[in-house]
């Protein structure tokens, strides 16, 4: 079974950048569809971004399109989130969950994941 760590949260001020990884233990990443959800202070845990095995679909959630890139590099075992135009609103705990059937493509719902890490968090700055 797959285990997933995330890393690379912190604290930026609004407008910058920072980047999340997500890198697997037990299991090859490359084998797996992954995507990214998020849950604010208050708020409901909501989908940021998911990729393919192959990498060649994305999908993004309305919120973060032009400002998130989702990218992962196989070799490396490791699906990153670049975060740019940072706003207060994105501050969160950011989790990586995978999925080993492929075939449904870069979808957003979490219950397609089922697999989860334990969360890395960002703060952003006003």
């Known amino acids: 079974q797959v285990q997933l760590v995330e890393s690379g949260g912190g604290l930026v001020q609004a407008g910058g950048s920072l980047s999340v990884s997500c890198a697997a233990s037990?299991?090859?990443?490359?084998?797996?569809?992954v995507a990214w959800f998020r849950q604010g202070p208050g708020k409901e845990r909501e989908s940021v971004a998911a990729?393919?095995?192959?990498?060649?679909?994305?999908n993004y959630a309305d919120s973060v399109k032009g400002r998130f890139t989702i990218s992962r590099d196989n070799a490396k075992n490791t699906v990153s989130l670049q975060m740019n135009s940072l706003k207060p609103e994105d501050t969160a705990v950011y989790y990586c969950?995978?999925?080993?059937?492929?075939?449904?493509?870069?979808?957003?719902?979490?219950?397609?994941?089922?697999?989860w890490g334990q969360g890395t968090r960002v703060t952003v700055s006003s």
């Open positions: 990729i393919t095995v192959n990498g060649r679909s994305t």
């Open positions: 969950a995978a999925t080993p059937y492929a075939f449904i493509g870069p979808v957003l719902q979490s219950t397609s994941y089922p697999y």
């Open positions: 037990g299991g090859t990443l490359s084998s797996y569809g």
